[in-house]
């Protein structure tokens, strides 16, 4: 082996950062959300940054990965998914909430494993690119387009979190359609977004929809996206897919499971229906796809096991004719770098991506990500492209490890019950 | 751009092969085959190293792509198809012969483009190695195994070719059962393959079918693989099926067509189908796969358009449970190296690859590849890890410059007059 390209040793910080009171189907995010920043080391001292969930349950299995990494390559990405199944074991299922389900689909060994090794394979790819003098996206076969678009995220929000000692901004409530439509309106002036979605499953369908016509009033033309995150029976998802039937772009997991999605999507009359909850897995793909229960996989290279499996997903999906674009979670900017990478090289990218930067008001990169027109540009730089404030990350991980334990594992129903004490995990399907 | 990425120079060199007379559904390959060598030359001088189909059809798209790419990066492998699209036009439908078929289905444009293309992939991610100091793995993600194995590719033959001036060897005739088992002999006691494959489709199906009792009886739990390209109909094929259900580890391409295969996959008592002819391209995996008309897809890196698109099809064998295997053409070592590296980094090759490797007298490269154990070592030398015979690729030249036209564009059946004036193109099926 190449000596630089050995791996020397490999950093974990578990950080806290700040989130906004983002509401959804769950609840609400909490003051503070868990991340893992993945430090990878070569020999000759480079850095390859990547990021990932930081909850306990991740913790864990990428303490056991970090240990076994140094003396191998950074160019050994396949070999990732053997050395963790050797070294990670199998996490506890009841720590999973497994069988509880979330804003993910239900959280598997195997889906949990993936969300730790996507971190580490982004690290290595970092490295390798930084060692070798490319960017990342040549390493994944070479950019197809120089930006990639993003869509304006909107998300039914408190003016701020309760108690003291939260993180405030200035963004305000917004709890209506007017509120709705005023939030769309600062992303799209300020970030020049060219399409939106509304994180639905909030309120009453009615007063979404209502929302979602509004949107289509003040942006005529702009593509719009509803998400309820699985909250809907499948009559409410028909009824909503027929009543903005001529507006949205796609409408996004509005009933859970295969058979819920199948279901809404033969009666769906065109509209497309996106997935970040029903397909999250490769097993999930044939029934998925054979029943025609989604037409557009939101890839997330978390979920997903890394950048060169979304790539794999992405030829899957153009093979079958299914339409590609990616989800998000709360994400700093080493991951929004990952996303951007990995969307430049897809050929098959149809629809604008999600992310939740602009609501980020903390990173641990050098120079955040600026969208322009409601792109970012691919960089060309080596690697990422980002680099480490160790300033901010030091800050992060000190709010960590002072955190009482209430934030280090994102809890959206238990962020809710501090305001409503009687606030229960929902029953799906909740409408 | 790094400008040791940069593609200064791009050489195109038509060669002539020797090739034994060997026998398929369709008629004899030629004395002599043509193949096609690509050199991308870097700004500083390195050369990446590709080897394609070099009939007639080939040679001018691969031309126009040859006078493209300098100026472009050797990492700039996902925008090869853009610009072939752009700069190698629609071939001539008739020159294809697509409506003939042949022994890798119809030939249609956008298949004779992706041959073309996969030189191409393969020269740029060795020269891109070479420049980086990684092998060509790396550049994939990285090999998950170090040996690769390969089978016994046995053929029905004559001696030698008719007519002066033809290329001999010492393997003598096989036309007959004790011949393929002698042939297997010699096949396992010099190389080590761990598996057989007959190519079929040349006599009765009764004469096919006692080949392999034979070498069933010869090599008591051998897998072994009967190929008839397509020659029988589905009523033939299901027989035979029927009589080799305990010896065959799988039948390759019995009948033609998703129709043909799914016909006799639904009869086949339980031996697996496999294909380089009913799924040769991504538009006819969703129907192939949906009626279970294939279970193994030999995947031909010249077929799909290079080693990325090999991992791609890979993946989508692996999401729907089909297995996956390589095919191959009469090849030297250029193509040999470039099987082994993707071949090496693919999770899911479940069966021994096959290779012509064996009855080729004549390579291009420095150092020919050698089995042991049946196996290739996968290289970890930077590139494909193999070097020019700069002397041996001049003399191959000089033979192709010097054809009188005959040996230009392969064609068996032509080939076959030679020794039968009365051959005609067979039609399908055969028996």
Request: net charge negative; glycine share 10%.
């Amino acid at each position: 082996m190449n000596t630089a390209l050995r791996i020397e040793e490999v950093r974990l910080t578990p950080i806290l950062i700040a989130d906004p009171p983002l509401l959804n189907v769950q609840g609400v995010h909490q003051p503070y959300t868990p991340r893992l920043i993945i430090e990878v080391v070569t020999a000759e001292g480079v850095v390859g940054l990547g990021e990932t969930y930081g909850d306990a349950k991740f913790l864990e299995p990428a303490r056991a990965l970090a240990a076994a990494l140094p003396g191998r390559s950074v160019t050994d990405v396949n070999g990732l998914y053997r050395l963790a199944a050797e070294v990670c074991g199998r996490p506890d299922g009841a720590a999973l909430g497994g069988d509880v389900g979330g804003l993910r689909g239900t959280l598997s060994a195997d889906k949990l494993l993936l969300s730790v090794l996507s971190g580490f394979e982004v690290a290595l790819l970092d490295a390798q690119g930084r060692t070798l003098g490319v960017p990342v996206h040549a390493l994944l076969g070479g950019k197809v387009r120089d930006r990639v678009d993003y869509s304006a995220y909107l998300f039914y929000r408190w003016a701020e979190h309760p108690g003291a000692d939260t993180p405030r901004d200035d963004w305000g409530a917004a709890l209506d359609p007017a509120g709705i439509v005023a939030q769309a309106r600062r992303f799209t002036e300020r970030y020049g977004f060219g399409s939106i979605k509304l994180k639905g499953g909030v309120f009453e369908p009615d007063q979404e929809i209502a929302a979602i016509r509004a949107l289509a009033g003040a942006f005529p033309g702009m593509p719009l996206r509803l998400d309820p995150n699985g909250g809907w029976s499948v009559e409410t998802s028909v009824r909503v897919a027929h009543e903005l039937r001529d507006v949205l772009e796609y409408l996004e997991d509005p009933a859970s499971g295969t058979d819920g999605m199948a279901a809404v999507a033969a009666r769906a009359e065109g509209v497309p229906l996106a997935t970040n909850m029903c397909v999250t897995t490769v097993q999930e793909i044939p029934e998925a796809f054979a029943r025609g229960a989604v037409q557009v996989v939101l890839s997330d290279h978390h979920y997903w096991g890394g950048l060169r499996r979304t790539v794999e997903l992405a030829a899957v999906c153009r093979t079958f004719g299914v339409g590609l674009s990616m989800h998000s979670n709360t994400h700093l900017g080493i991951s929004l770098a990952a996303m951007t990478h990995v969307a430049s090289v897809v050929p098959n990218l149809d629809y604008a991506c999600d992310t939740h930067y602009p609501w980020q008001s903390e990173d641990v990169i050098t120079a955040p990500h600026v969208f322009e027109g409601g792109a970012l540009t691919v960089s060309d730089a080596p690697g990422l492209g980002v680099e480490l404030d160790r300033e901010a990350l030091a800050a992060l991980h000190k709010r960590w490890v002072e955190d009482d334990g209430r934030m280090r594992d994102r809890d959206d129903v238990a962020a809710m019950r501090v305001a409503h004490p009687d606030w229960e995990q929902p029953v799906m399907p909740r409408w």
